[in-house]
């Protein structure tokens, strides 16, 4: 079994809660409340300029050409491809950009990215790739997951699945996922242990990114449910 399968089936349980969660099922269906969304995407704004920070460190680390080729072309994506994404969301909102450099980290976006950053300055880079892992693929197989059940009539939440069940995006989870098979074959058992802790740790940051934007939404503050 290649190591991403069996990250993934090892963390398979706090996937599937991802799944289950009232913020995935309520993009899809379109009943989300608008404010949590919008909360949403201003805390993930914030959270992919860090994560560009370790795409960056991974292009560092990266054994040959090809590999730091393809991450740096993948910093400058996230900054902004994405990012632009996040911005005309926010335009729909009447959230400026001044407003969006503006905002506060919430405590748990400010833990997931500390985190993955404190992982691509110390760690070898198998762990970077395994940090991760958990955002390409879990956002893929979240919006794939979403776009068979059809379109919601919001625009706003359909834009959304149709960037993350788009094939470019799968593509893009399939390269994350063959690389840390590369890396994963030729690791040792302390290494795969190291790549097993951050893959679940990153995962279960993962499921609490979803919780905290359907939590600490300032208008609809709610007790966890998930």
């Keep these: 079994m290649a190591i991403?399968?069996?990250?993934?089936?090892e963390c398979a349980d706090v996937w599937e809660r991802q799944h289950r969660h009232p913020f995935v099922l309520g993009i899809g269906d379109g009943t989300l409340d608008v404010d949590r969304f919008r909360f949403w995407v201003r805390q993930d704004y914030l959270f992919l300029i860090e994560y560009?920070?370790?795409?960056?460190?991974?292009a560092a680390r990266a054994p040959e050409l090809g590999s730091m080729r393809?991450?740096?072309?993948?910093?400058h994506a996230t900054l902004t491809t994405e990012m632009d994404l996040h911005r005309s969301f926010?335009?729909?909102f009447g959230i400026t950009g001044a407003d969006l450099e503006a905002e506060p980290m919430a405590r748990t976006t400010q833990g997931y990215t500390d985190f993955?950053?404190?992982?691509a300055a110390q760690a070898d880079f198998a762990s970077v790739l395994a940090a991760l892992l958990p955002c390409m693929w879990g956002f893929s197989e979240i919006g794939q997951r979403l776009a068979e059940r059809g379109r919601p009539a919001d625009p706003r939440y359909a834009a959304w699945i149709d960037t993350y069940a788009s094939?470019?995006?799968?593509?893009?989870?399939?390269?994350?996922?063959?690389?840390t098979d590369r890396v994963g074959e030729d690791a040792?058992?302390?290494?795969?242990?190291?790549?097993?802790?951050?893959?679940?740790?990153?995962?279960?940051?993962?499921?609490?990114?979803?919780?905290m934007a359907?939590?600490?939404?300032?208008?609809?503050?709610?007790?966890?449910?998930?």
């Excluded at 560009?52 to 991974?58: D, K, Q, S, W």
């Excluded at 399939?174 to 690389?179: A, F, H, V």
Aim: overall charge positive; aromatic content about 12%; glycine content about 6%.
């Design 4 to 9: 991403s399968e069996e990250l993934r089936r």
């Design 52 to 58: 560009g920070r370790v795409l960056a460190f991974a």
């Design 70 to 75: 393809r991450f740096a072309e993948l910093t």
């Design 90 to 92: 926010c335009a729909e």
């Design 116 to 119: 993955l950053v404190r992982v």
């Design 167 to 179: 094939d470019d995006f799968a593509a893009l989870a399939r390269w994350c996922r063959d690389i």
């Design 188 to 211: 040792g058992g302390q290494t795969r242990m190291a790549m097993s802790r951050v893959f679940r740790t990153s995962s279960q940051y993962e499921l609490a990114f979803w919780q």
């Design 214 to 226: 359907f939590d600490e939404c300032p208008r609809l503050r709610t007790g966890r449910i998930a």
